[in-house]
């Protein structure tokens, strides 16, 4: 059964970080392009960075030189360190393969508050 499964949002005052989790279950992850996902309230989703299997990035030009994706094969788990957050930023954040084609997960809550 697919599962992924993302951790660490909250509420941050705008300039702080965060570090987000996304643990997969389910998959090969270490075959799968992964990506980053959020939709802030009354908007799409988009995306917002992916890393492909062998580890090269891509990021949305909104967090560009703010945001950090990275992954761990070994524990099937990616993750998004954020800094220089700002109220723009909040939105539920999800993860999913490049290109989404799994069931998404519940997501992960992150406010930035000004």
């Known amino acids: 059964q697919v599962q992924l499964v993302e951790s660490g949002g909250g509420l941050v005052q705008a300039g702080g970080s965060l570090k987000l989790s996304c643990t997969a279950s389910?998959?090969?992850?270490?075959?799968?392009?992964m990506g980053w996902y959020r939709q802030a309230p009354g908007k799409t989703r988009e995306l917002v960075a992916s890393i492909a299997r062998g580890g090269n990035t891509n990021y949305a030009d909104s967090v560009k030189g703010r945001f950090t994706i990275s992954r761990d094969n070994a524990k099937n788990t990616m993750y998004l360190h954020m800094n220089s957050l700002k109220p723009e930023d909040t939105a539920v954040y999800y993860c999913n393969t490049n290109g989404p084609s799994l069931q998404w997960g519940q997501g992960t809550q992150v406010t930035v508050s000004s």
């Open positions: 389910g998959i090969i992850f270490s075959m799968r392009a």
